[in-house]
């Protein structure tokens, strides 16, 4: 019984949709009945490069029609599709592809020569398909390659693959260790969470599912403003599709445009928008605040964010240039989806950082034992309900994150919060670990400090983020040297031409010694404030 899995219900919503708009990018146009002829295409060439049952199809592309469509070839063939980080340098991108074990990559010829420097390493890899928009990549100089669009052109036999509720999808998230670790859902758990739309209980039979995408509350016209190769952007696009709607992408895929967005808006209708706290949300209002009137912004009805909080500033703003919008505030992680919501409209507020408690939200202490959900009481957030199976090939991790107690079994990604005075609500206080969360992005300071003591002149280093507005937190690296003053613009390269862009420092503060107890260990609270005192940065 194929019911639950994804390329089953996205055929489903292909058949009743067939000829109404699917994917839209500037002038690209696609609809249902094209993605799915594409995405059969393409299914077909990758069984015929030798993918196997259950074989992993690494998607690596700016937004692009071709991303969607990848990950609807891999369910049709019962495929499973990773998301791989655009940002990432060869080591990263090498670590990646060998552990989630890909048999075929999807790339943009943009990234095709860093992909072609790690291809050796990875004799899994049987088919690449290379998304051409310059035609500037020599697609010969990898063997196994071909060119993306002539392939989900050139029609094939249906693949006669045996689809499975069990079927997984991987959603590869930094983790613990700033290495990227997997978080497998099950196609059937993901479809039963979010195929009602994020609106509704998901319909329990095919038939049931029928009559609601023919008549769903709500036809999502969806602009996916992050990257989709993060989960809040595949998310959001997949529960768009999967009520039959439209997902767009802005054409400015490299660099954030507000205007676009805004022009998106009024040409498409759209009625949702998802983005990533204020590094979206500010230039948009400032758009907005010089250029409104160029703008009908009316069909718009909720604002979605989640990967980084938003600030309430930043969101009074934009209801004042639309007051029937909602503004959605969502507390999740790769691992934990539906830790907490909160909702902003013009007749009313919730304090950012505060989220409603679910009711299968509970706290548990650092030993991840359960703890009352009382006022007052402060620990680790737990989500129950459906959630993923755990990290791919990493079992230990697993256990220390997903959780079996009395109550069931709760997703713990590790994330502090204190229960406030009402009962119902709670307080994000941060994280334990000191990760760091740059506009969305997760840092881990061990990453960075290790490239960082590699700097000639380096004595020692401890990384740390500070409050910045744009990004919510800004990487900053805390040096000492064995000598003389260093060149802070130079560490920042250093670190750039080892690691993605967005974990190299934005700040280099010296001092004379790095803070350490007497054990050897950071002190973070104090750097953090010696780094803000330096900068001139107030909390």
Not at 121 to 130: A, C, K, R, T, W
Not at 279 to 308: C, H, Q, R, T, W
Not at 414 to 423: F, Q, R, S, T, Y
Not at 460 to 471: K, Q, T
Request: aromatic fraction near 8%; charged fraction near 25%.
């Amino acid at each position: 019984m194929a019911f639950g899995n994804l390329g089953r219900a996205l055929d489903i919503v292909a058949e009743i949709r067939a000829d109404e708009d699917s994917l839209i990018q500037g002038d690209r146009r696609l609809s249902w009945s094209q993605v799915e002829r594409r995405a059969r295409n393409l299914s077909a060439w990758m069984i015929e490069r030798g993918a196997t049952h259950e074989g992993k199809v690494a998607v690596y592309t700016y937004n692009h029609p071709a991303y969607m469509e990848s990950i609807y070839a891999a369910f049709k063939a019962s495929l499973v599709p990773v998301n791989v980080n655009y940002r990432y340098q060869a080591e990263e991108l090498r670590y990646l592809l060998d552990n989630s074990d890909a048999e075929i990559v999807v790339v943009h010829e943009d990234f095709a020569p860093l992909l072609e420097e790690v291809l050796p390493d990875l004799p899994q890899v049987v088919g690449v398909l290379v998304v051409e928009e310059t035609g500037e990549y020599d697609i010969a100089s990898i063997a196994s390659a071909a060119p993306y669009e002539a392939t989900a052109e050139t029609d094939r036999p249906a693949v006669e693959a045996k689809l499975s509720p069990d079927d997984l999808m991987l959603l590869y998230t930094g983790g613990t260790t700033g290495m990227p670790k997997g978080v497998m859902w099950r196609q059937a758990d993901f479809f039963t969470r979010f195929g009602g739309g994020g609106i509704g209980a998901t319909p329990e039979t095919e038939e049931a599912y029928r009559e609601f995408v023919k008549n769903p509350p709500i036809r999502y016209r969806s602009l996916i403003c992050p990257p989709l190769m993060h989960g809040t952007g595949w998310f959001q696009a997949m529960i768009a599709w999967l009520v039959g709607g439209v997902v767009v992408v802005l054409e400015s895929a490299k660099k954030f445009d507000p205007a676009e967005l805004w022009r998106t808006v009024q040409t498409e209708q759209i009625n949702s928008i998802t983005i990533v706290g204020d590094p979206f949300a500010k230039p948009m209002a400032k758009e907005l605040e010089e250029n409104g009137d160029a703008y009908d912004i009316s069909s718009v009805v909720m604002i979605a964010s989640s990967g980084v909080m938003w600030s309430e500033e930043t969101k009074q703003r934009l209801l004042a240039h639309h007051s029937g919008v909602v503004l959605a505030d969502a507390f999740s992680s790769s691992e934990a989806v539906g830790l907490g919501m909160s909702f902003t409209t013009a007749a009313g507020s919730v304090q950012t950082g505060r989220f409603q408690l679910s009711d299968t939200t509970k706290l548990f202490n650092a030993d991840l034992e359960l703890i009352e959900s009382k006022p007052g009481a402060r620990g680790l957030v737990g989500v129950g309900g459906i959630q993923p199976l755990g990290y791919y090939k990493d079992p230990e991790k697993s256990t220390k994150t997903f959780v079996e107690c009395e109550a069931g079994r709760f997703s713990v990604p590790g994330d502090w919060a204190e229960v406030n005075e009402d009962g119902l609500t709670l307080t994000l206080l941060g994280r334990g670990s000191v990760c760091i969360n740059t506009g969305g992005e997760k840092v881990f300071p061990e990453e960075v400090e290790e490239v960082v003591k590699r700097f000639d002149g380096v004595k020692d280093v401890v990384v740390v983020g500070i409050p910045d507005d744009r990004w919510g937190e800004a990487v900053t690296a805390v040096v000492s040297s064995h000598e003389g003053e260093l060149d802070g613009a130079a560490i920042i390269e250093h670190v750039k031409g080892s690691l993605a862009a967005y974990k190299a420092p934005k700040h280099v503060v010296q001092v004379p010694e790095v803070y350490r107890s007497p054990a050897g260990k950071a002190d973070f609270e104090r750097t953090r404030q010696t780094a803000m005192e330096r900068l001139g940065i107030t909390a």
